[in-house]
């Protein structure tokens, strides 16, 4: 079983940055990131600085709306036939678009039959306190994307005063 971690939070919380740490401290695994960009261009993984063929991009959408399920199933299986050819994948790294309802994934996986590849081992939110409180009101999938969290990193708490 290939294990997936999915990072999830809005717009400008630290999902990227969030991801080029674990780039950095596991450079000697054998890691695949797929970035999720909303956008039609991919700003995102444009900023990670990983080694040729351990990024796939996927802009244009959700990958877990109608527009993009099709792309990331297809993505999906073209990592796990990765393995079959010479092992060297050792696990994935998904970052969703900000407004992403990641309590899709797993139902995704078992109804594409991938849960019999991928074993989703965690789901972190990451969470901007200067927006978080503001977001939760407007936005319904920032609530669901920290309700399926296995792990909330409250991230930037250094650049607001204690009372935001």
């Known amino acids: 079983m290939i294990p997936v971690c999915l990072a999830t939070g809005f717009l400008g919380s630290g999902k990227t940055t969030l991801l080029q740490r674990i780039a950095d401290q596991r450079r000697q695994q054998r890691l695949v990131y797929i970035v999720n960009e909303f956008a ?11 080694p040729e063929g351990q990024m796939i991009a996927i802009p244009g959408g959700s990958i877990f709306c109608r527009c993009l399920t099709g792309e990331f199933i297809r993505v999906l299986r073209s990592v796990a036939d990765r393995i079959g050819e010479d092992g060297s994948v050792e696990g994935v790294i998904i ?12 139902q995704m996986l078992h109804e594409t039959k991938l849960d019999g590849v991928y ?19 407007t936005l319904p999938n920032i609530v669901k994307q920290i309700q399926v969290s296995d792990q909330v990193l409250l991230n930037k708490t250094d650049c607001y005063p204690p009372d935001v």
């Open 95 to 106: 970052e969703a678009s900000g407004i992403s309802d990641p309590g899709v994934i797993r």
């Open 40 to 50: 039609s261009i991919d700003i995102d993984g444009q900023r990670l600085h990983l």
């Open 119 to 137: 074993s989703l081992r965690r789901i972190i939110s990451v969470a901007d306190p200067q927006n978080l409180l503001k977001l939760i009101h």
